[in-house]
């Protein structure tokens, strides 16, 4: 009599990619700041507009993938790609990548009568003008917030984006 | 050979049987022939209502009939395994030729373990697997050492979870990939440094921490929920971590594993790191020229 026995087909593992989780995350917390923040009624009209200075396509992407045309209250989100100052009229968000944030202070000027929230992703910038920097918290992505510089843009924060935050200037 | 010798017996046992009890082993035993299995089940349950069921034979071929009824019906093995058990009781002296049939049984179980996993039914696959090895153990050998079985087996069942893991999206896929790195760990608590199961379980702790975050951008994540979410993704990228550069020291040149470290000191946020495996691929794919 023959036995058989059948046969474990091994040896194959799932392909893997780098997949880059660190914009996806700052993506994710845009779009979540954009949920948290009240702007004045002159910038509840037309498309909700997050715009993108600098070089860090990877959180262009995912706005653009993501979030690009969902809905914040009756604004549809637009997501622009800058490549100039002279391109950015009144957006909602400007996200200054870190190649660009040189220029932290002249943009700031820019924009200091207007309605914009400024995110910025290097260490010190709320010291230049920016509301919310992107920091982190040993390996953990945060972010800190300068209330301060938000009511100068006429930005209402919700008490729940501020207590979150990894650092708070008042 | 060893079936017609087999035959013999049992044609030379129904003798010694009355009229009624012969009747219903011989047309067992020619339905068996035959492959009648519907008809030979019948007739040799018929048979043990007479004192055919006091013959070893009789179970013999109880368990040979059910056996091939259909191998991949627990419930029929099961019948199989006792019918065999009882035949061994009654004859001691025939031990080694119904161990025989015995392991021919067993060897049924584990094929379903084998089925189920080819399908994809994977927790069926560990349950059976556990019950090939109980029901080996318990009533064949003892003292079997199924060491190295575990690590085939439990090295198939993460690659199979990983494979099944590309159909799904959303928490079914974070379940799948835990249930993968489950499989690497066992593997790994019997060989600490088996090459495969440190990739998969560095690959699978990985892809869990990425899906983690993935899956925060698919929904409306509250923000304190997204934290909560993001020092989860880092426990998952620190677990994968060891196993990945167990895996690289032993292949520097996998690409696969280079992948998995990159993307883990990403997820870390460890640029120094990132930047050491991130160009690495790029040498590998030709871009650092």
Redesign the interface.
Known sequence: ?V????????????????????S??K???VY?FA??IDWPDDYKKGNFVIGVYGSNDGVLN?LKG?YNGKAIGSQEIEVVKYSSKTEMKKPNILYISEDKNSQLTSLTDSFKSKSTLMVTEKDGSLQKGADINFV?DG????YEVNVKNTKKHKLVVAS??TS?AYKVIE | M??VKYISLIVLCVFAMNANAQNYVMDAFTHYQAQEYDNARVQIDSALTTDAALQSQTWQLRGLIYKASDEKNPEYLNISLESLIKAKELAPEEEAKVN??I??TL?AY??I???Y??SLMLEKSEAAYVIYKEKYTEHLDPTRDFAGNDV??Y??LG??Y??K??SYSGDKKIELSKQAAEAYYTVLDLDQSNY?AN??AG?AY??L??DI??N???T??P??E??AG??L??EY?NLALPHLKKAHEQNPDDK?II??L??TY?????DENFNIF?NK?KDMEGGNE
Not at chain 1, 17 to 22: E, K, L, P, S
Not at chain 1, 139 to 142: D, P, R, V, Y
Not at chain 2, 266 to 270: I, N
């Open positions: 009599m036995f058989v026995l059948g046969a474990w087909t091994s040896g194959v593992n799932a392909p893997t990619q780098v997949r880059d989780t660190r996806t995350l993506a994710l917390y979540t949920t948290l995912e993501k982190l390996s953990k992505q945060t729940k984006l979150l | 060893k079936l025989g049939y392991n021919s060897n584990f094929n373990s084998v089925h996993m080819d085939e087996f090295l198939a690659d199979a990983m494979r893991v590309k495969d990739i998969g690959i990985y892809n921490g990425a975050v993935s925060m951008s698919l409306e994540t923000l304190e997204i934290q993001i020092e993704s880092i990228f696969q992948e998995g990159a993307g990403l997820g870390l946020q460890d991130n691929l």
